[in-house]
């Protein structure tokens, strides 16, 4: 009571209790009612349901194992789901066969996993295929299998021969660019031996007026460009000079049909170009071509022909410019003089010999001691 007098404001004032005071009279406190508690709800669990079970994709492969092999490997103590992939995939003859795959693969991490055929339902299960289907089904798939060996070995093949063919023409293209490269230090070579002898010329001629001047003891006059030896020739005479050349180079008895071939594509490129001076095709000539380089490059005095008419040499064609049509048709006439004449050698033995006439062809007649028969 003590207490609770002397805590009776602070009870009060806390709301525990309150205090009814009277006089001469100390009464207990009277206790507030507790509140009543606040209800929880209770949740009432809905009955469980099973869960659903996954649809697996493909047929499981228990019809197809064999059912005499499987009770004796699941004795040794392996899972079911293992014991009917092992067996499956050992050809269902042997569980020590199957033992030993499952050994070998305990470590996968599909090991436990569940085997299931694809694109056949549990409604239509494959039966197990005798001896004589699963021969069947091994030549099937050999057969298969070859099939696309030789298909494999057929690309490669054509890959193999792609390759060479790429290979055989960046060769060509090699070949004739160092043959083009060859022709070019060639004519490069060419140009300076030229200039080699002319400036050679002139240094021994310069020579000569010295000792003559020393000799002599006067001066002399120096000797002029324009000389008899280097008067400029006219586009006619050098091509008439050039035929000689071809002609005394390679005589017919001696060298068979190189002048006359050298001749006849001489005729051909002067008389392309005389029709048509101005198609550009005709005055270009490819210095790489094959029937160009034996008939015509190949023979001393060819090119010296088509510089004198009017062909400039580069580097790996020769070209013409400046057309002249009337000195084409001019060494037109040398080449077409040059083909149907020849030498007939008569012995002095035979004068009843009878020759063509001048108008069937033009002949240069030689009497000489015949020394052998023509």
Request: hydrophobic share 35%; glycine share 4%.
């Amino acid at each position: 009571r003590r207490c609770v007098q002397e805590t009776g404001i602070n009870a009060e004032y806390m709301g525990l209790f309150k205090m009814e005071k009277k006089e001469n009279d100390i009464q207990a406190p009277i206790l507030a009612p507790a509140p009543e508690p606040t209800p929880v709800p209770v949740v009432v669990p809905s009955p469980a349901q099973p869960p659903k079970e996954e649809k697996k994709e493909g047929m499981s492969i228990s019809p197809l194992v064999n059912q005499e092999l499987l009770p004796q490997l699941m004795e040794l103590g392996f899972p079911k789901v293992v014991c009917e992939k092992s067996l499956y995939i050992t050809g269902n003859n042997s569980v020590d066969k199957a033992v030993e795959w499952i050994e070998k693969h305990q470590q996968d991490a599909d090991y436990l996993e569940e085997l299931r055929i694809i694109g056949q339902t549990e409604e239509a299960p494959k039966s197990l295929l005798s001896e004589e289907e699963q021969r069947q089904k091994a030549k099937e798939l050999q057969a298969k299998i070859r099939e696309r060996m030789a298909a494999k070995q057929k690309k490669d093949d054509e890959e193999r021969e792609r390759e060479r063919m790429k290979g055989t023409k960046a060769l060509s293209q090699a070949k004739e660019k160092l043959e083009e490269m060859q022709i070019i230090r060639e004519a490069a070579k060419r140009k300076k031996e030229k200039e080699d002898s002319v400036n050679e010329l002139k240094r021994m001629e310069e020579q000569l007026l010295r000792d003559k001047e020393a000799r002599f003891g006067k001066k002399f006059a120096t000797l002029d460009k324009t000389s008899a030896a280097e008067v400029e020739k006219k586009p006619i005479e050098k091509a008439e000079i050039a035929v000689k050349m071809i002609k005394t180079l390679y005589p017919e008895s001696t060298y068979d049909d190189i002048a006359a071939n050298c001749f006849k594509l001489l005729k051909a490129y002067v008389s392309n170009l005389a029709k048509n001076p101005e198609n550009e095709k005709f005055k270009k000539i490819n210095k790489l071509n094959a029937a160009f380089k034996e008939k015509v490059g190949n023979v001393k005095g060819g090119i010296n022909f088509l510089k004198a008419i009017g062909f400039e040499d580069k580097e790996t064609t020769l070209e013409i410019t400046k057309v002249d049509v009337d000195l084409l048709n001019k060494s037109l006439g040398l080449l077409d003089q040059n083909k149907i004449s020849m030498i007939v050698y008569i012995p002095v033995s035979y004068p009843h010999l009878t020759l063509p006439t001048k108008a069937q062809v033009q002949i240069s007649v030689v009497a000489v001691s015949l020394k052998k028969k023509i």
